[in-house]
């Protein structure tokens, strides 16, 4: 008696069914990315302030005066936190560049405003850090300006600003900031002492950065007619950095599903 020997039989599954079940595991595939896009965009958009203005810049470029042989330089401080957290009310960045050095003994102490001048590139707003300034729009006579700042593309600060306080004028920068961004001493609701661009006579200065608007005492308050014309300066930028847009997360999605396809053709 023969014992018969069954082989094992291997199932042929047609093209047509194995194409199928690709489609089908694609089709879920990227069905799980685009959902897992829609659940970060949703994310980001609810965690972004209601009230959030697409964010601006300017960019300022610092010069530190001496005298002509280099020395007796005039002080230098930007002021960095107080002028960041005054202009993130307009959510305006301000990007300060190195501090370069000028040898000028004409320019330290400076009887005409003017002469200091936007220099280089006009895109660009200059600071000039001063021992002394007599002019700005008048002759006010040395050791009675803090600064001086002109829709030109240029403001100046002078010493008197550190012997303000101890820890200085702080707001002076960013007042003439204003100044170079169209801002004036009266006009888009400036006037109150609570305001960053009334006259520094009836300005109520900031001594704490916890006082700076909207916290604390609310000082350095900028109004929505100062934020709207400030932002509509020349030398404003936007540098938004906004969430990815749907078809960006649409790429996003081809690229893993190709990254999923070649692996799956070299598996085959």
């Known amino acids: 008696m023969k014992t018969l020997r069954l082989?094992?039989?291997?199932?042929?599954?047609?093209?047509?069914?194995?194409?199928?079940?690709?489609?089908?595991?694609?089709?879920?595939?990227?069905r799980r990315v685009l959902e897992a896009g829609a659940v970060i965009a949703a994310t980001a958009f609810a965690s972004a302030p209601a009230?959030?203005?697409?964010?601006?810049?300017?960019?300022?470029?610092?010069?530190?005066?001496?005298?002509?042989?280099?020395?007796?330089?005039?002080?230098?401080?930007?002021?960095?936190?107080?002028?960041q957290k005054i202009w993130a009310q307009a959510d305006?960045?301000?990007?300060?560049?190195?501090?370069?050095?000028?040898?000028?003994?004409?320019?330290?102490?400076?009887?005409n405003f003017s002469d200091l001048g936007n220099v280089g590139d006009?895109?660009?707003?200059d600071l000039w850090f001063v021992n002394d300034l007599s002019d700005c729009g008048g002759n006010y006579g040395f050791g009675s300006l803090y600064g001086c700042g002109t829709s030109g593309g240029w403001f100046a600060m002078t010493k008197w600003v550190y012997d303000f306080s101890p820890i200085g004028r702080v707001d002076t920068l960013s007042h003439e900031l204003g100044h170079v961004l169209g801002l004036g001493h009266n006009d888009f609701g400036a006037g109150g002492a609570d305001n960053l661009l009334t006259s520094g006579g009836s300005r109520s200065i900031a001594q704490d950065l916890g006082d700076v608007n909207p916290d604390g005492l609310g000082l350095e308050k900028l109004t929505a007619q100062q934020i709207a014309e400030a932002r509509s300066s020349d030398f404003v930028s936007d540098v938004t950095n906004s969430v990815p847009e749907p078809g960006t997360l649409l790429l996003a999605a081809l690229a893993l599903l190709g990254a999923r396809l070649t692996r799956r053709k070299a598996v085959a």
């Open 122 to 125: 006009a895109s660009i707003i």
């Open 7 to 30: 082989s094992a039989v291997r199932v042929i599954t047609p093209r047509s069914e194995v194409i199928r079940n690709h489609a089908r595991k694609l089709k879920s595939a990227l």
């Open 92 to 111: 305006i960045i301000v990007n300060f560049l190195a501090i370069q050095q000028v040898n000028s003994s004409a320019r330290l102490n400076e009887t």
């Open 51 to 83: 009230h959030a203005l697409p964010v601006m810049q300017v960019t300022i470029q610092p010069w530190q005066v001496c005298d002509d042989a280099g020395n007796n330089c005039a002080v230098t401080n930007l002021f960095n936190a107080f002028t």
